[in-house]
């Protein structure tokens, strides 16, 4: 295996690598601003007051991984954090659709963060070694931040998820959003992990360190047992894996019984966030040149 | 269970109550009560704190005790339940005490909190160094306070030091990234508001300190 | 929270309450105080409670459109404040004893009262900045203010709130410069904005009652008139919007050097009263939409009562109960 070499500023980047570089990142900030701004949502009406603040502080630590992101790009391909986040038209997006759909309702909101948020740890986990050293040093940091949205995230499955009963209790109620969620959620979670053009390029430049289907698995591995205890729904098989070198290392591997939505990674998505993009863009686009 | 009838009681809402103490090392010798706040458990009431008591960094640890842990002393030789707590809240008025209150029969070590100037938080005095039940702290207190010949605190909470539940964790209390946005000094608006103040008075050619001019001279001058 | 006429109120006791707070003294929640003192607290800090909380709506929509990263942050930061300050006012409210539950389902009855304020709508950019400066400084006024107040559980929050808002106003000052050193059309904006605002900021303080008809004054929960306040908040901020080239859309506004008093047009207080109705140009809206938000969410807070009467169930009986037992 050749030897990788690890790049220490913008400047560094090999020119082959410097759109793939710039797209991952671009994903990455789009992820967080998306669902950042979904978060946000509920500032001012969550069902408990307490929430309200917890939550705004969720969505505020996204939007500031999703700055972090775009300054990055931004450095790479020679422009500035706001323009990139408020100047492209939506099929120039790379947000995953799961976190594009509006907020939904509570267990609707904790459902998605829970599925993001872990998937989001596995992904993180991956870049900390990665060879773009200013990305593994961010990362780094967002890490630490993202430690308490797991923590909020996971309380609050466990709050909603919790229940023996069978009949009609506030906590049955609960339990049926969540499946409810979950199942209308699932197809776009496995999106988070749409494999994509770049990914060779970056994966033996060590910009990557695992691609896009080990990402995957080793997050569906991680929230199984989860989501078996829960008696939530999750809609995957064990079977035997391809003769691969790659799967060779686990037993199995977990294959949906469900259709993956795709395409957010390639600039397709949902009405959801056309209406939002529109909102969003408005008072920026009266005037891109403008100071605000 | 049905659906509580409106503006019951305490119960309708499903909490409890939470006292948060907070300190910041750099300028507190000791923990101060910050505030209090409602979770459904416990779990829920360290999130909570962390949100009201630490979003802005100002705590480097932070103590939440559930107020039916708490017992409040105030110039009697029997301790109450925190007044605001349970059966005494709907009345939310000093009640007398029961002396024969069972609550705490064991032995525990007891952290003592004060308020020492009227008006001021309570601050966190010190932990009686002996296990002793609840009646025994309670003379401890309050025979110190009478035979104490310095200022003695008004009013006094104890609680068991292992109900004291310790936030102190750098991640939750002191994220790394940049949160200026929301400091004042996050802001710098110096140099804009100079380019402003210029500009406005070359337009209307009139001085930035005037005082009894009115609106329509304003109009009139303005291009 | 029911009267207790059942207490013989001894009238010499509450003499001495009134001269105690008048001269300075301060009373905690656990410390005995006459009935009518606890009821204008709660009065007086339940409406605060409901102005933060309906002050939100106004300018929630517009984190969405916030034109840079750095102004949605600072925007999302200053409304989670808001919703925070809510929280720990109707603590004060629960603690006197009225439950958040009743204060709440009064503002969606309609019958809850909120700030004036917050009765408007907002219509661009600019009313963000507007709002953030001048709004956060006419209440930063009056916050200041009670940090005196005799009940100290409120005013040790004013200080909190007070600590918490500091950057709000610099925030709404920086949106509203950068406008005006901007385009024409932002320039616009900004003097348009303020054109909206500025009615609703001369009657934030209230109308100019006597200190001895004001009752809560009486008591010392608050310890500055509304006049006082209102000359402040002109004071600080009428040199601070001229200086950089608004007009203050009022023309009898001016500064009578020999009384060391600003004068201005007399306000409409017929609007205000029917603003304390909640008759105002977007209230029914915003009560509409607080109820429905509000119900949206009363399956989450039926699970959290739900959790906590099992786990006293099981404390009690020192058996987990059968979920029917429970139920019903």
Known sequence: MNEIATIATPQAIPPTLRQPLARLLLSLADDEFILGYWDSEWTGVAPILEEDVACSSIAQDEIGHARLFYEETAAIIGTTADQLAYGRQPAEYR????????????????????????ADNVRLKAFKDSAYLPLAQDVSKIQREEVYHLMHTATWLDRLANTHATNNTPDNTAHALLTAALESLWPDAIGLFEPFEDEELLLEAGILSRSSKQLEQEWLESIEATFGRARLPFPFIEVAPASDTIQQAIPYVYQPTIQPRYGGRQGQHVQDFMELWEQMTMVYRLDPQAQW | MQQASKGATLQDAGDDVFEVFQQDLKRDNAPHHGGNLRAPDTE?????AREFYGRRQESDRLWIIARTQLWEIQDTAYPVAHPLSEACYQQARYQQPQPDQTAHEQAVIFAVFGQQVAGKPMEWLYDLPAPLNLAEATQQLTTGRVLSDVPYPARLWLCPRESIIELNNTDLLHPPLDRSYRRLDGYNIRDKLRTARQRSSSEHNQTTEGVEFTTEQQRGQSS | MTETSADAQDEARVEEFRSYVQNGGKVEATDWMPVEYRQSLIRFIEMHANSELMGVLPERDWIMRAPTIQRKLALTAKIQDEAGHAELLYRLVEDLGKTRNACLDDLVAGKGKFHNTFHYTTKTWADTGMIAWLVDAAAIVSQHALRDSSYAPYARTMQKICW???????????IVITLMNGTAVQRAMAQEALDRWWP??????????????????????????????????????????????????????????EHKRWLYSEPDWATLRAIAHNQGPASEERIGFRRMTYEEGQWVRDLMAYRMAQRQQHATTGHVPLKEEVHG
């Open chain 2, 44 to 48: 829920l009431a360290v999130h909570y």
């Open chain 1, 95 to 118: 947000q995953a659709q799961l976190v594009e759909r509006n907020r939904g309702n509570w267990a609707f909101t904790i459902a998605r963060q829970y599925l993001y948020d872990t």
């Open chain 3, 200 to 257: 609703t900021l001369m009657v934030f303080h209230g109308p100019n009652t006597p200190a001895e008809k004001d009752r809560d004054m009486q008591w010392h929960i608050k310890a500055k008139a509304n006049e006082e306040l209102r000359q402040e908040f002109l004071n600080a901020q009428v040199p601070r919007l001229r200086e950089i080239g608004l007009i203050i859309p009022d023309p009898q506004l001016r500064y009578d050097t």
């Open chain 3, 164 to 174: 918490e808002e500091s950057f709000h106003m610099m925030h709404g000052r920086d």
